[in-house]
């Protein structure tokens, strides 16, 4: 089978990265292309830039044909790749070499080299549910506010470099400090619209984002549904300690965070508030959110799958409650 690789070569480089080791990146290349050719798949590798970090790659090549597309990088270049990929018929492979990797994180996938190969020759292929918010797509959030204000000062902390990471640091902490909760009128698509005065608005398609940390635990990439989490009735220090919690494994702050599953939804605010999507700041508000389902194929663990005792054409997780 022929497969194209579209890696980002600076990925990991962060000092935040997950890799156990650091390990070279032209050893890395090789560690993949060998174990997907023992998989008899022979792959070319094409290298994302600065005016294309993938989306336009991985339209080239679904465009030419290609079934099997492998996104080698992290959850930014990940991003680029599933844009490209949305509607065509190429399959989405992911080999987690990035800092975070969240959605790597979100479905099962390991972030062992030889391991994620072997899911990708030997597991199945499923589809996942992608959000869309003022026409940008995202696979792990979109945020309104706080969280939005915060994203370019989190991008400079995982930076390589120390006086970006230092500037980052500086500029999240002022960020965090300086600001203040907005009141924002959000439309339901159950056609009610209601009143919050919030520190930010989260609308979660998967689990895991920022640093790694679990923020919605009820929400899965293939329901149908996009998952938001309105901080109503927080102060900053409980935002921060809320945080903390998490990456401890506990919820104190939990009651505080109003949840809903919607489809789609409808925002605007007194004052404009940043907007993000994974990451990626795109305007302000107002803004228009919405689900659509099964909108990329990729291919996931098969014991994703055994264990939901269901078909590779169906959703990748059992059933869960609905929020009360």
Not at 31 to 43: S, V
Request: net charge neutral; glycine share 8%; hydrophobic share 40%.
């Amino acid at each position: 089978m022929r497969a194209i690789i579209i890696r980002n070569p600076t990925s990991g480089s962060s000092p935040m990265a997950n890799q156990a080791a650091p390990v070279g990146q032209n050893e890395i290349e090789d560690r993949i292309l060998n174990n997907l050719r023992h998989y008899h798949i022979e792959a070319e590798v094409r290298y994302t830039t600065a005016d294309d970090p993938g989306a336009g790659l991985a339209r080239e090549a679904a465009q030419a044909g290609i079934k099997l597309i492998i996104a080698a990088g992290g959850d930014g270049t990940l991003h680029s790749v599933a844009s490209g990929l949305i509607g065509s018929k190429s399959i989405l492979g992911i080999l987690p070499c990035g800092t975070m990797n969240n959605i790597a994180h979100s479905l099962h996938i390991s972030e062992d080299i030889d391991e994620a190969c072997q899911i990708i020759t030997e597991g199945k292929t499923g589809c996942i549910d992608v959000g869309s918010i003022n026409g940008q797509i995202f696979l792990e959030v979109s945020g309104i506010g706080l969280e939005a204000a915060l994203f370019p000062a989190a991008e400079d902390i995982k930076s390589s470099g120390f006086r970006e990471t230092i500037r980052g640091m500086i500029n999240g902490i002022h960020t965090l400090f300086s600001f203040h909760p907005e009141r924002v009128k959000i439309t339901f698509d159950d056609g009610h619209t209601r009143s919050y005065r919030a520190l930010q608005v989260s609308v979660c398609n998967s689990p895991f984002y920022g640093a790694h940390l679990q923020f919605a635990p009820q929400a899965v990439m293939d329901d149908g549904y996009l998952d938001i989490l309105i901080y109503q009735n927080f102060n900053k220090l409980e935002y921060i300690l809320h945080a903390i919690a998490i990456s401890q494994g506990r919820r104190v702050f939990e009651p505080k965070v109003k949840r809903r599953r919607i489809k789609k939804l409808y925002i605007t605010a007194r004052t404009p508030l940043s907007l993000h999507a994974d990451g990626e700041q795109i305007g302000t508000t107002p803004a228009k959110i919405e689900i659509i389902p099964a909108a990329l194929r990729v291919r996931i663990p098969q014991r994703v799958i055994d264990s939901a005792n269901i078909s590779q054409h169906q959703p990748l997780t059992p059933a869960r409650r609905a929020y009360t």
